[in-house]
C-alpha cells in the first residue's frame, strides 16, 4: 500500500460529500425554499437564484475533482486545493451564523488541502 493512502481516501471522500451537499444546497436555493432565509432577503450580488446556480455548479465541479483525485489525476489535486481553500473563505463568511459549524468545516477543508498537498502527486487510490 502506497503511503498516504489513507489521507487520499479522506480528500477523495471530503470532496465528494461537499459536492453532493452543494449540489443539494444549489438545489434548495433555486426552488427558493425558506431553508435559507426568510422571502424578502437583499443579497450584496445577485439573487438567491443566481447563488443557487453557482452552488450547482461549483457541486457538479467537486464531484468531478473528487474522481480525478480517486484515479489519481493531477486535475483533481489542483481543482481539490481550489475548491477546498474556496471554501474555507466562504466558511469565513458564515462563521458568524454558525460558527461551530464553520470551524468544523475550517478544519476539514484545512486537512483536504493537506492531503492532497502532501501526497497528492503520490499515491492512487485503489480499492
Known amino acids: 500500500m502506497d503511503k498516504g493512502i489513507g ?35 437583499v443579497y450584496a450580488y445577485g439573487s438567491l437564484r443566481t447563488w443557487g446556480w453557482i452552488l450547482l455548479i461549483a457541486g457538479a465541479l467537486q464531484i468531478i475533482a473528487a474522481i480525478s483525485v480517486y484515479g489519481g489525476g493531477s486535475y483533481g489535486r489542483w481543482a481539490g486545493i ?31 488541502i493537506y492531503a492532497l498537498t502532501v501526497y497528492g502527486g503520490q499515491a492512487r487510490v485503489d480499492s
Open 7 to 41: 489521507w487520499l481516501l479522506y480528500a477523495w471522500i471530503m470532496l465528494l460529500i461537499a459536492g453532493i451537499m452543494n449540489i443539494f444546497q444549489g438545489i434548495a436555493a433555486l426552488d427558493q425554499t425558506a431553508f435559507w432565509t426568510d422571502y424578502g432577503a
Open 82 to 112: 481550489f475548491f477546498a481553500s474556496l471554501n474555507m473563505i466562504v466558511q469565513l463568511i458564515f462563521l458568524p451564523a454558525y460558527p461551530f459549524w464553520a470551524i468544523v468545516i475550517i478544519a476539514m477543508d484545512a486537512l483536504i
